[in-house]
């Protein structure tokens, strides 16, 4: 219904624009009508030009007055359809274009010029107020130029003679055809931008929800038991490609539940990436609901094998560090896929490196695969702290990286502060380093024991 009025008040809006241009027109034949036998008269008996009849004369000014006349009766008309009040306009025009070549051809119309002049104004207009297309253009203006060459092959003589008048007959159209290709190439640019416009839009909503489906992929940060674990996250750009898994398996001697967290880093960016670490995180939850109590040796090897088949012939690898930290007999076990080192510190502040023990996934078969054992303490008070590379390789405006003795500084420098720890402090010491736009995802995830039930201490970095 809103489409049905939306056409309607259009058809109205354009026939009140052909009734304006048509008393546009009139007044421009008035005008030049009256220059026509005040100064055209004139310059006729100087120059000995020969007139024709006043009633000749006459009749073709009212002849063109007459065209505009019917044009603005049709378009007020409820009778006449739009389309033919539209296809009147070209009607019009060009009967305007014959009446001047009549003009021209009886005399007292400054040489010519005033036929010239009279319908390139009219001519302009229609294409300015009714937004005439190249095509109609072309039509009147080929009209106008036609007239007045068969006028001339009939033995009308204009006082400027035959080729100054060809040659004004085809200037006449000039600027009309001009400004009407102007309207279309402009049209046709601002369409153009529209389109990328909508397209871009459209695309800016599926990266929004594409993100909002990555991030639901996330876990929730655990805060109770004698191990938990938290994070943050910021992605480059509206989507990236790293992505962090949480499972809970039993412990040892059916003690409280071991936490497995799966820290993965796929190369590149954007949606190529986000859409590999979908389907990560299906072979994650997949592998830790088969094998729950999966120790972090076999779940890299597994990892390994899907990516070197479904990935790597997309040059898509992945770095990853996986963990499982078990309370019943406080160890940790890790190990990592070419993932940057990362930092075990213990409940008396001293601090070591978890280096890789095995190549980046995706590059070697499995039966080529090999992966180190790792296993450390982690007792009550200790905690871990791993990261993508994009916290380390964060530019200052310089130029310089972070790297990792800045990130290990920021680490020692004291206590985690009991809401945010060790990632929001270290991606705090990372946005201040940097000031500017990341140009990569930056992932900072820290694994703890508590003391007693409690977390550790107060902060003072």
């Known amino acids: 219904m809103s489409g049905t009025k939306t056409a309607a008040n259009a058809e109205v809006e354009t026939r009140k624009r052909v009734v304006a241009f048509a008393g ?76 001047d070549v009549v003009r021209r ?23 300015w107020m009714l937004g005439w297309k190249v095509r109609e253009a072309l039509i009147t203006g ?29 200037l006449a159209a ?30 800016h909503r599926d990266l929004l929800d594409a993100r909002r489906i990555h991030e639901a992929a996330f876990p929730e940060p655990v805060r109770e038991g004698s191990v938990q674990f938290t994070y943050q996250y910021l992605p480059m750009s ?38 590999t670490v979908n389907r990560l995180h299906g072979e994650l939850s997949r592998l830790y609901a088969e094998h729950p109590d999966m120790r ?30 078990d309370p019943g007999d406080n160890t940790l076990e890790y190990a990592s896929a070419g ?37 450390r303490r982690f007792g009550p008070g200790d905690c871990l702290v791993a990261y993508t590379d994009g916290a380390i390789e964060a530019r200052s405006p310089e130029g310089e990286f972070f790297g990792v003795e800045r990130l290990r500084d920021v680490f020692r420098s004291g206590w985690a502060d009991t809401d945010g720890r060790w990632p929001e402090a270290m991606v705090r010491a990372v946005e201040r380093f940097r000031r500017g736009e990341a140009d990569d995802d930056t992932l900072v995830v820290e694994l703890f024991r508590t003391l007693g039930g409690a977390s550790v201490g107060a902060s003072d970095a």
Request: aromatic share 10%.
């Open 105 to 127: 051809s009886l005399g007292a119309d400054l040489g010519g010029l005033g036929a010239t002049a009279s319908f390139m104004a009219v001519h302009t207009l229609a294409v």
């Open 238 to 275: 509206q989507i990236g490609g790293d992505y962090l898994h949480a499972f809970r398996g039993s412990g040892a001697h059916g003690s409280e539940a071991a936490l497995s967290i799966a820290l993965l880093d796929v190369t590149g960016h954007g949606i190529a990436a986000a859409l």
């Open 174 to 203: 000039a600027p009309g055809t001009l400004l009407a290709w102007l309207k279309v190439a402009r049209s046709r640019d601002r369409e153009t931008a529209d389109f990328f416009e909508s397209r871009y839009e459209e695309v």
């Open 296 to 325: 972090p040796v076999d779940v890299l090897r597994a990892l390994n094998k899907y990516v070197y088949l479904t990935l790597a012939d997309y040059s898509l690898f992945v770095t990853g560090f996986i963990v499982r930290a």
């Open 24 to 99: 546009g027109a009139i007044l421009i034949g008035v005008v030049v009508a009256i220059v026509e036998w005040v100064v055209g008269a004139g310059m006729a008996v100087d120059r000995g030009w020969t007139l024709g009849p006043a009633w000749a004369r006459g009749g073709a000014d009212a002849l063109w007055a007459v065209a505009f006349v019917v044009l603005a009766l049709a378009a007020v008309s409820g009778g006449v359809g739009f389309s033919r009040v539209m296809f009147g306009t070209l009607w019009a025009v060009s009967a305007a274009g014959v009446v």
């Open 142 to 170: 080929g009209a106008w130029v036609f007239t007045g060459t068969a006028a001339l092959a009939l033995g009308a003589v204009p006082a400027i003679g035959a080729e100054w008048a060809l040659g004004l007959a085809m």
């Open 339 to 375: 993932h940057p080192p990362g930092f075990l510190r213990s409940s008396t502040g001293i601090i070591s490196e978890l280096d890789s023990t095995a190549m980046v996934l995706g590059a070697l078969p499995d039966e080529d695969y090999e992966i180190d054992e790792a296993v």
